[in-house]
């Protein structure tokens, strides 16, 4: 956690009297009963800093005792101490970190180097903010160790009402706190919107009470169905399952609004209302359950995904969808029987949208040839325009920018240099069990590990006027104890020359008895944070007895974007090289240890590189699902292609609108190529076997192909419209990538139903006369 302090009144936050505040503040915040001090590993603070020097320097004294800087630096700091550093000095990490992580970048101690020179001046340094870091224990569950930040941001809220300073804080789990309580506090509203969305479209589609109010009835009980069923199974809920909502509104509502068209039909020929509901579930049975038999599957296939939360989120679309279908067809049709059996003749003729219709009609009669070559020439369009899309990955992108979180943020990236810092592990455990042998070859491999890492640009310190890597491992822990106490070195065989580590060629070294005695001192080792000796070992080393069992190096690097971050680890990873690079760390300990380079940094790769895999894949199952389907329900191959191939375009023509519309990859837009198979096949299974069934009806194609838009492609429409403004509705989420997901989605709907009315009519009119040419 960071914690950015700062004066209320816009004053120095190093003065002696901000300093005297923050040490109350700090002991009223450590007394509260919601802060759970064993889960906090360490407290990095400016008090604490200080009163850990005073207690080395001056013991027996705090640091209310002092009433101005020259007496504090008088109590900390040696008589000979100048404001100069050089790359030899014990505490030149410690330095670089505090100037980048802890001060605010304005820092000015040109009053305290004054004072250090001649004894003139009040010693003052200044600074406009100052960063306290706490370490929250990391092997909490991950719900635990948020609940817990949630709970010490409370308390420093109360802190800062009864201070004059603030303390605004920031982390990545707090963060995620955050969208996890925006997210499901804005779906309600969310779903409130595309519900009225759907009203008003529904009103225009069937203008009466019944037709409007059953499937909001039925809707409402999909989405209640789907979101307590997959609450009673124990899923939980992330920010993707937003997107469920707005898929189960537009998909059931393009069931009902297929199923109520034609029951609108029947019911004027058939005086029983439930014969007449039957005839159109018979009538439409076999192109909806094609429809959701093909978007449950496209979901499904999600399961590849080696990332849980995208499994999950295609559970819970296919799921959606079954509980859309199984309501619209059943309940609408329970509400019609149970509320409507008086027999009626509804005069009003069924919607058409001539002004849509005849166009499209005119359009397909003229302009086959150009229909189909200006699809090619968008498809291979959009082939390029995928090829530019990046994968990215910002947590924040989850995020309102005008949370509080977001606006600590930002001030802590402009007011430190440690905003953009991410860890790097790097882990050493022994080859095949046992333990890692802890002698000189072990020692100089972690010196040629120190110097890899001083040479790396994104490694932080590096870019200091004395480099020294920031990092924490088992090789600085024995530099600053052999620096600090030479005697110690001695008595083990090693000494510090040129700020590294070495062996006495006189003596034998044995590592893990070094890291023992370490082990069991108990003084303070880490200046900033007060650790011992013992914690730092503890941390970096696990012992078994005086043996070394595994190695733990964390590394501070600099990556505040996902581009960044693969930079980043894949020049670790060629760092660390390969057991067969000689010359590299891999090579020289390939018979004492097998290296590995993991953190967050890794996961995140991982994560991205996962979302590009498992898309591909998802994206192959469903089309040879999909496409199997068809085979076995037509047992014709033709049509069956044909009815992918407009699907499979609009995938397409999706990816290359989000080039154009600068929309990265990301963990929900990643998912637009399966909503475009799972939607689009849905509207084009429609489609055909309208075609097929008017053509059987009438001998004339262009009057088979009128009646079909005008009736199908009318309901697709509606049905596109509601879907599509459903899923706009997103856009209203404070969420950057809740808004983008919104966004392609409606474009992915109005591609579909696009590629339906006009590519599909055209392929099946040219393997018409396919078929004729070579019957003739």
Not at 212 to 220: A, D, E, H, K, R
């Amino acid at each position: 956690m960071f914690v950015h302090v700062t004066d209320d009144n816009g004053g120095n936050i190093l003065s002696i009297d901000s300093l005297k505040q923050m040490d109350a503040d700090l002991a009223a915040l450590q007394s509260d009963e919601r802060v759970e001090l064993t889960a906090v590993v360490s407290w990095t603070t400016s008090p604490g800093m200080i009163q850990i020097a005073l207690d080395e320097q001056s013991p027996g004294t705090t640091l209310s005792d002092y009433q101005d800087w020259p007496s504090l630096v008088d109590a900390v700091v040696d008589e000979d101490t100048t404001c100069s550093i050089n790359q030899d000095d014990a505490l030149l990490s410690t330095v670089n970190f505090v100037g980048s992580a802890l001060i605010n970048k304005n820092l000015d101690i040109s009053k305290t180097c004054s004072y250090l020179a001649n004894g003139e001046g009040d010693a003052v340094p200044a600074a406009d903010s100052t960063a306290w870091v706490i370490e929250i224990d990391p092997e909490l569950p991950e719900d635990e160790r948020r609940e817990i930040q949630h709970q010490i941001r409370l308390a420093f809220s109360d802190v800062s009402e009864n201070s004059e300073l603030d303390y605004a804080v920031a982390s990545l789990d707090l963060m995620s706190y955050d969208i996890d309580q925006g997210t499901f506090d804005n779906l309600a509203l969310l779903i409130l919107f595309a519900t009225l969305v759907v009203i008003a479209l529904l009103f225009v589609a069937f203008r009466n009470i019944k037709g409007v109010l059953f499937p909001v009835i039925s809707l409402n009980v999909a989405l209640v169905c789907t979101y307590g069923s997959l609450n009673l199974l124990g899923i939980r809920f992330t920010a993707l399952e937003v997107a469920v909502a707005p898929l189960v509104l537009g998909l059931g509502i393009d069931y009902a609004i297929h199923l109520q068209r034609s029951f609108t039909y029947h019911r004027n020929n058939t005086e029983d209302v439930a014969e007449a509901w039957m005839r159109a579930c018979g009538k439409l049975s076999i192109p909806i359950s094609l429809a959701v038999v093909t978007t449950v599957a496209a979901f499904l296939a999600n399961l590849v995904s080696p990332l849980p939360p995208l499994a999950t989120f295609g559970i819970a679309l296919a799921f959606g969808v079954v509980c859309a279908f199984l309501t619209s067809t059943l309940l609408i049709g329970a509400l019609h029987v149970t509320f409507n059996a008086k027999a009626t003749n509804d005069s009003r003729k069924p919607l058409k949208l001539t002004n849509l219709t005849q166009p499209l009609l005119e359009l397909h009669r003229k302009q086959q040839v150009g229909v189909f070559l200006v699809a090619i020439a968008i498809s291979a369009a959009s082939v390029i325009g995928a090829m530019q899309l990046e994968t990215d990955f910002d947590l924040s992108d989850f995020v309102n920018e005008d949370m509080e979180i977001m606006s600590v943020r930002d001030d802590i990236n402009s007011n430190y240099d440690s905003a953009g810092w991410k860890y790097v592990y790097v882990l050493m455990e022994p080859v095949g069990g046992g333990v890692i042998p802890d002698d000189v070859t072990l020692l100089d491999n972690l010196r040629n590990l120190h110097s890899n890492l001083k040479n790396n640009q994104d490694v932080v310190g590096t870019d200091e006027r004395f480099p020294s890597p920031s990092y924490e491992g088992p090789y600085v822990v024995l530099r600053d104890a052999v620096m600090r106490n030479e005697s110690f070195g001695a008595i083990h065989g090693l000494e510090v020359k040129y700020n590294d580590v070495w062996d006495d060629p006189d003596a034998t070294i044995d590592l893990g008895l070094v890291f023992a005695d370490l082990q069991n001192n108990y003084t303070v080792a880490d200046p900033l944070s007060g650790k011992t000796w013992s914690d730092r070992v503890n941390a970096t080393v696990h012992l078994d007895g005086t043996n070394i069992a595994h190695l733990r190096t964390e590394v501070r690097v600099e990556a505040t974007t996902s581009t960044e971050s693969k930079r980043v680890i894949s020049e670790f990873e060629s760092m660390i090289g390969t057991s067969d690079e000689d010359g590299t760390l891999r090579s020289s300990l390939k018979d004492y240890a097998v290296i590995h380079v993991t953190g967050d940094l890794v996961v995140l790769q991982q994560v991205l590189d996962g979302l590009s895999s498992s898309q591909l894949k998802s994206t192959a199952i469903s089309l040879i699902v999909s496409f199997a389907v068809l085979l076995l329900l037509t047992r014709r191959i033709l049509p069956a292609f044909i009815v992918l191939l407009p699907v499979g375009m609009a995938s397409l023509w999706v990816v290359g609108s989000m080039a154009v519309l600068g929309i990265k990859w990301n963990v929900l837009t990643v998912l637009v190529t399966a909503l475009t198979l799972g939607i689009g096949i849905d509207y084009t299974i429609h489609m055909w076997r309208r075609i097929e069934w008017e053509l059987q009806r009438q001998d004339d194609h262009w009057s088979a192909l009128k009646t079909s838009l005008e009736t199908t492609g009318v309901a697709l429409m509606l049905s596109a419209a509601t879907t599509a403004a459903g899923f706009l509705v997103l856009m209203l989420s404070p969420m950057p990538v809740i808004q983008d997901f919104g966004l392609i989605t409606a474009v992915t709907v109005f591609f579909s139903l696009v590629l339906a009315l006009v590519l599909l009519p055209v392929l099946l009119e040219l393997a018409a006369r396919a078929q004729e040419v070579g019957e003739n």
